[in-house]
């Protein structure tokens, strides 16, 4: 039987190239379109060292209208499409918030006319938690509602749904499911892809690994005054693999019509929360190493706590994260030694 391919928007990127090797290992074709903005082509590498596929790879601007067509004219049997190209620098976001909403809704749109016009059915989004601002309740459910953004990334995350929303209601033959992300982190077991932020880490876990390794003078843990077991905020850190996974499953519900309207929602997390000292802590455990951070203010623009309700996603998509924080914390680092160890 032919396979099925499925389109990876930003698919060299961390949880873009993650997902391409699950979707290799479950039989599907891949192809990828990336401007390598913010990746390199050595996770196109990776992904066909651990799985012996290399992805076919087009290196174009999805903000480029004509470029897009253009594509479906070329690969005209795509059976669905995962679309993580976005910018997703919180703090950039808020420096540069016009590069944040040409970027993240333009390649969307550029994304929906084409399926539209070249009738591609089905889509799964890159969502984020950070639609819900600091909730009200914990763990946090789909119901929740939606808060002001605190960054210009977080409001187009929350617009792009509602471009989603509405497009699907007036195109009754698109169907879409968004997966809304807690805090990536890890790397595949092999180590041979990972994440690889360009320039200061902006998130906590690569400047820990980084600091570990020696590239960083020292860690600074922003705040530990608020209002929780150790005063340092909470997050829910899913390992990228189990992410990844959560993809594939969403991808197979759309192509099998087993979806039950035609825009569903998802919190893709692992339903605990941990503190930055927690995080800490458990990889000084699992690395043996001693890290040298600094407790110093707050970061304008954190919230103090967020983590999933993921009964949803248990219930109705059969998918539930299974990495520890140990073993996450471990394959961040294996990734970390092993990207440095071969420069
Ligand atoms: C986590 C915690 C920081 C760095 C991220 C992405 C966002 C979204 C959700 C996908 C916070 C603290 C951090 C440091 C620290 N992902 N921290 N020292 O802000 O929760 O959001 O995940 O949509 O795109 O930005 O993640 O890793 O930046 O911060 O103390 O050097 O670690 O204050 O409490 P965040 P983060």
């Known amino acids: 039987m032919k396979k099925q391919t499925v389109l990876v928007t930003g698919g060299t990127g961390y949880i873009g190239s993650h997902t391409a090797v699950e979707l290799i290992n479950v039989g599907y074709d891949v192809v990828i379109i990336d401007n390598l903005s913010n990746s390199t082509k050595d996770s196109l590498d990776g992904v066909e060292k651990i799985t012996g596929v290399r992805p076919l790879f087009e290196q174009f601007d999805l903000c480029d209208r004509e470029k897009v067509l253009d594509f479906f004219t070329k690969y005209n049997d795509i059976s669905a499409i995962i679309h993580f190209a976005a910018s997703k620098a919180v703090g950039e976001s808020v420096d540069n918030p016009l590069l944040y909403y040409r970027n993240n809704l333009s390649s969307l749109i550029n994304i929906l006319e084409a399926m539209s016009k070249y009738k591609v059915p089905n889509i799964v989004f890159s969502s984020s938690c950070t639609v819900y601002g600091q909730p009200e309740q914990l763990p946090v459910t789909e119901q929740a509602p939606i808060q002001k953004a605190m960054s210009p990334y977080g409001n187009t995350k929350q617009i792009c749904e509602e471009i989603l929303t509405d497009t699907i209601h007036a195109i009754s033959s698109l169907r879409a499911i968004s997966l809304r992300y807690f805090n990536p982190v890890g790397a595949h077991p092999s180590a041979l892809i990972g994440e690889l932020p360009i320039g200061v880490p902006a998130n906590l876990v690569p400047f820990i690994t980084q600091t570990a390794i020696g590239l960083r003078q020292e860690l600074k843990v922003f705040g530990n005054d608020y209002n929780t077991p150790d005063g340092t905020c909470v997050r829910d850190y899913i390992h990228v693999v189990d992410l990844a996974k959560a993809h594939v499953v969403a991808i ?92």
């Open 252 to 343: 197979k519900r759309l192509l099998e019509n087993k979806n039950k309207s035609n825009y569903e929602v998802f919190n893709i997390g692992t339903g605990n929360g941990n503190t930055v000292l927690d995080v800490i802590n458990t990889f000084e455990k699992v690395s043996g190493v001693k890290l040298n951070y600094k407790l110093v203010d707050r970061r304008p623009g954190d919230i103090e706590k967020v983590w999933a309700d993921t009964t949803h996603a248990n219930h109705v998509l059969g998918w539930k994260s299974q990495s520890t924080l140990d073993e996450t914390m471990l394959s961040a680092w294996k990734w970390e030694q092993h990207y440095r160890n071969k420069k």
